[in-house]
């Protein structure tokens, strides 16, 4: 079975080659001012920055909220985030922590005490994880850093599934981590190939075994999620590969029509986790790191990354979500249950590309839709959707998904959900029928 190989996303970078008239035009975030003299500047300029870094994908959120911010009354169906704020009891009890001394003082790395035992305690309760440790980190994408930085090394292979979340392929780029070994999904049920992983990670097929294999479940940007009998066959196959495998469980209580998300425990397997959509807490950066306690020296590793990166997460943000996790699941539940009406509303609005166009939906707050074959390049779809009908969704190309586009339906409330639907809707209409019209 032959392995998927990454979508080269060069439209996302800044050129570096001299053109011979001078122009400025865009691309992402750089603007970019071509003559011999600039572009002579350019390539020096360059020479001096991080090749690690500057061949790491430019992040496509940025690329995003500019185009957002560029159309006038643009409504967005793009960013991953949830429109309810952190519950209301937490929010009056933080306005006494404010005045606190300890809250502008540096924590523990590892993050507080209450809070680390509570959430071993929801761990037990809620995921079944007996066996594990926390590390809270600054959200859970600097946790996946942390991970990374802790047990990979350059020149190491690592695993994921297409389509990838964007930013834990950024990870793995900017740690030099460059051998990533994309693997497909189901066509159908966007659920990793496990007959293809354990080809991969066969030692006939392979002299060296991948370090890492990583998955999010329920999936970014795929909404769909790993049922339990796939999530403990990946299990295994790691285990028996002798490799980590690193879930990332973010939408742990985005789960709809009755499904049931579920977490794995072994010695070879870590959990990520956040406080960002739950809790409607985005901008207060929580998230943690549920790790195999028997494992040695891996705590202290992770403690390295720690304090070289944040020192600790937010104290404000971490006594946040400690009084948040008083509230319970039930309190997020409640709110995650209202969403279908959302999805629904999105759904019937990508209706016109087909009755099998659209995937996803089952978990977290996301559909993925496959673009007509002659409107195929996604990245301009996406552009002309925004400056022509008002309304900005993800390039499906940012996930090894060149040809879809990715659709969040978590982060407005239902009427103004509507709006941004009829406007996706109309454009979807025309794509199908016309063409990318310009005028």
Same mark, same amino acid.
């Given at each position: 079975m032959q392995i998927l190989h990454r979508l080269d996303r060069s439209i996302f970078r800044c050129p570096t080659v001299s053109l011979p008239s001078p122009f400025s035009f865009s691309l992402g975030r750089a603007r970019v001012y071509c003559n011999t003299q600039g572009a002579e500047?350019? /390539?020096? &300029?360059?020479?001096? !920055?991080?090749?690690?870094l500057l061949e790491t994908d430019t992040p496509v959120m940025i690329q995003m909220q500019e185009l957002f911010r560029s159309v006038k009354d643009c409504m967005s169906l793009a960013q991953g985030v949830v429109h309810w704020p952190p519950p209301d009891q937490a929010l009056e009890k933080i306005k006494d922590a404010i005045w606190q001394p300890s809250t502008s003082n540096y924590g523990p790395d590892e993050g507080l005490p209450d809070l680390r035992k509570a959430l071993v305690e929801k761990l037990r309760r809620e995921n079944e994880l007996c066996k594990s440790s926390v590390v809270v980190t600054a959200g859970a994408n600097q946790a996946f850093v942390n991970l990374v930085l802790a047990l990979c090394d350059p020149g190491n292979s690592v695993v994921m599934f297409a389509p990838y979340y964007f930013n834990a392929y950024m990870s793995f780029q900017m740690t030099g981590i460059t051998n990533i070994l994309v693997g497909p999904c189901d066509p159908e049920t966007l659920q990793p190939d496990a007959d293809w992983l354990e080809e991969t990670l066969s030692k006939e097929k392979n002299k060296t075994i991948p370090k890492l294999v990583t998955i999010v479940n329920p999936g970014n940007p795929s909404g769909s999620y790993v049922p339990d009998p796939l999530l403990r066959r990946i299990s295994e196959l790691c285990k +028996?590969?002798? @490799?980590?495998? %690193?879930? #990332? +469980?973010? =939408?742990? =209580?985005? /789960?709809? #029509?009755?499904?049931?998300?579920? @977490?794995?425990?072994?010695?070879? %397997? %870590? +959990?990520v986790f956040s406080f960002s959509k739950a809790y409607g807490m985005m901008g207060w950066r929580v998230g943690y790191i549920a790790y195999p306690s028997e494992v040695e020296g891996l705590e202290a590793q992770l403690l390295k990354t720690q304090d070289n990166i944040p020192i600790c997460a937010s104290i404000i943000g971490q006594?946040?979500?400690? =009084? &948040?996790?008083?509230?319970?699941?039930e309190w997020v539940k409640e709110r995650v249950e209202k969403l279908t009406k959302n999805r629904d509303i999105i759904l019937d609005a990508l209706s016109p590309l087909g009755a099998n166009a659209v995937k996803g939906g089952q978990g977290a707050i996301y559909l993925w839709a496959k673009l007509p074959s002659g409107a195929s390049n996604d990245v301009e779809v996406v552009q002309w959707l925004a400056k022509r009908h008002g309304v900005i969704v993800i390039p499906g190309s940012a996930s090894g998904g060149p040809g879809y586009v990715r659709v969040s339906f978590g982060g407005l409330v239902e009427d103004v959900c509507s709006v941004a639907a009829?406007? !996706?809707r109309k454009g979807m209409e025309e794509l199908v029928s016309k063409g990318m019209l310009s005028s």
């Open positions: 500047k350019t /390539m020096a &300029s360059r020479a001096k !920055l991080s090749r690690r +028996n590969a002798g @490799c980590w495998l %690193v879930v #990332d +469980n973010t =939408y742990e =209580y985005f /789960m709809y #029509d009755g499904l049931k998300h579920t @977490c794995v425990e072994a010695p070879h %397997v %870590v +959990n006594k946040l979500a400690l =009084y &948040s996790l008083e509230l319970g699941a009829a406007r !996706l």
